[in-house]
């Protein structure tokens, strides 16, 4: 199967840096997407990687590594409103279809 | 405006009954995809669709069906059969090429009672 493994939880102090782990199966591997959810919404596009390396955009960055089957979201400056599950979402060659991860509850205190 | 757009936000329905939730993007988008989410848990594919008028099944097919009649419109109906239908349920719509980002619709909350 194709298996996204990601924690479930954590709780960061507001003005902190937090690092989102992903792994995937690599066999057949297109790309990856980070979303966030905040609690009852759609989830909305935060960043996609299908080379190895950090794409940073703003307070958020994300980083690939292809031979490993890793990803993560770094998050910076965490503000109140990053309270939020951050989902990770492979795609695989030969169809656009996305296989998600559990997700990851963020949980930003003051 | 462009979105995605599903209706209701919130639909109760009695055990034994079909319902049918709507789905439509004005984004121009090919593919459209039909998720279900459970407390906990990620984004489950139960239904896509790459063209007018085909569909595929994803990994939760069972107990549901959809239509693709139009480029616009993606509706799912949740039928008897499916054994625990209660749900938050994402619509979303994307680009046919890969590497393109997926926009969700804003979710409908199904409650069988």
């Known amino acids: 199967g194709q298996n996204i493994d990601q924690p479930t939880e954590m709780t960061a102090t507001e003005g902190a840096i937090v690092q989102i782990n992903c792994t995937y199966q690599?066999?057949?591997?297109?790309?990856l997407f980070w979303y966030q959810q905040h609690a009852g919404e759609a989830p909305t596009f935060l960043s996609y990687?299908?080379?190895?390396g950090l794409e940073e955009k703003g307070r958020f960055s994300s980083f690939l590594s292809r031979s490993k089957g890793y990803s993560y979201l770094l998050l910076k400056e965490l503000q109140m409103k990053d309270s939020a599950s951050y989902l990770c979402?492979?795609?695989?060659?030969?169809?656009?279809?996305?296989?998600f991860g559990k997700g990851n509850q963020v949980v930003v205190i003051p | 405006d462009g979105g995605i757009t599903q209706s209701p936000k919130y639909l109760f329905r009695k055990e034994g009954q079909n319902v049918t939730l709507s789905c439509e993007q004005n984004?121009?988008?090919?593919?459209m995809y039909w998720y279900r989410q459970d407390p906990g848990q990620g984004l489950r594919l139960i239904y896509y669709?790459?063209?007018?008028?085909?569909?595929q099944k994803g990994d939760i097919a069972e107990g549901y069906s959809v239509s693709r009649e139009k480029k616009e419109s993606f509706p799912l109906t949740v039928t008897s059969a499916q054994k625990n239908p209660t749900a938050f349920y994402l619509c979303?719509?994307?680009?046919?090429?890969?590497?393109?980002?997926?926009?969700f619709g804003p979710g409908t909350r199904l409650t069988v009672l």
């Open positions: 979303a719509s994307s680009m046919v090429t890969e590497g393109n980002e997926q926009f």
């Open positions: 690599t066999s057949g591997f297109n790309g």
């Open positions: 990687n299908v080379l190895d």
């Open positions: 979402a492979v795609s695989f060659y030969g169809n656009n279809r996305l296989t």
């Open positions: 984004l121009n988008h090919d593919a």
């Open positions: 669709s790459q063209i007018v008028n085909d569909f």
